[in-house]
């Protein structure tokens, strides 16, 4: 397959560039092709020049399809100015990169070799123990990196820009890897016709051929919205928007993976729908809080209960719950997590945009409150692209009250039509439900659980 995609007619200069190394030739191809790497000018890739850390934040979200619009960052050194801004906010509120002890985020240091293994394997959700050998074993393990002659991973060694091409390109398209073996586990349904495989994650990359509707392939990774997958002799991409898997339509359970499962299973997310019953909270634009909040709150539960985890729910269905009793039954239900599902109001129209809330006072879970917050508000912020109002410390009952990890996450202003027509759309509430869904997997995964195999 890797001949016919990346055969020898391919062997030319990438893209115009005059100095990129024949051993990065064809990797440095691909990721131009799919506009994930440029060059430092049009005719030079700057080859041999380290490889920065707002590069590879760049690079690493252009791959993923991250936000990158440029914006204020939490980094006193990354201004919304910096042309990596908005990659770097991505990449640290997805927990692929993170800034130093000083709060700083240090845009300009240079990366070495382990600190490219850490990133890669955050972002491609690689299992490691959180350590640096543990991310090169990943990467040495998958054939994305091999070793040094001398024995060593060259974990303090700067990374170049041609190898890091290189093992990015081979992160994404296992075509590329030392070891081409792959196990494509997933059985993935297309959910319409004339379907592009595609050479990469992205509708920059070239059609393999197209499927019909209704047609089963097997999903390996992915990579942002799109999975890899074999289709009789094709292997290719496919957007995860056009896949629905068994477990969508309950025909069945994602196949147990591994004896992590039984952790998973000791874990009880607690989803609590706001307001209800003679409570309709907000109101605007023909909506009621109430309505759409238990909507998503249902679409949450119906995807977690398709997992190992216990989820339990303060109300499934349009009842009155005070606030106190909230809280309780969480505790009474022996809850690991929390997570209260709201729509903002505002008496401005104007206001729009998505934002998430953890109790911040000292409290034993305030770390993984914000946490949880933080993994729950970067996935909605993906699925509706709103304004990003922030994570945020709130005095509320729900959280204040509870004695385990617990946010409360607020959609959108159903008083802005722009957000409320999300909500009135059965589309984008199925979107942010899987936001909501993915976004406490985020959680359990930053929490070393393995979580790979339940991702939407
Ligand atoms: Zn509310």
Known sequence: MIVSLFGMNRQVQAAGFVDVPARALNEVNYLVEGKI??????????????????????????????NGTQRATGFPDVGMSNFASGYIQSAVDKGIVSGDKAGNFLPYKEVTRGEMAVMLANAFGYSYNNTVSGAEKALMTLGIASGLSNGTFGTDLPIKRADFAVFMARAI???FRLKTSVNFTKPLWSTTGNLNIRTGPSTEYSSVGTIAANTQVTGAHSVGGWTYVKMGSKTGFISNYYLRSASSDGAAKPPATDSSDSKLSSQTIILDPGHGGKDSGAVGNNLREKDVVLKAGLQVNNLLKKTPFNVKMTRSTDTFIELKDRSAFAKDNGGDIFVSIHAN??????????????????????ADSKLLSSKIQARMLDAWNLRDRGVKPGNFSVLRENNMPAALVEMGFISNAGDASKMASDYWMNIMSIAIYN??????????????????
């Open 345 to 366: 109001s505002a008496s401005s129209a104007a206001a729009t945009g998505t934002e998430t809330y953890y109790y911040a006072a000292a409290n034993p879970h305030a």
């Open 173 to 175: 398209n296992p075509a």
């Open 37 to 66: 790497v440029n060059g430092s000018s049009p005719t030079t890739f700057t080859p041999d020049k380290v490889i920065t850390k707002a590069e590879a934040a760049v690079f690493i979200g252009r791959a993923l399809q991250l």
């Open 439 to 456: 976004g406490i997997l985020d959680y359990y995964k930053a929490k070393g659980y393995n979580v790979n195999s339940l991702y939407k």
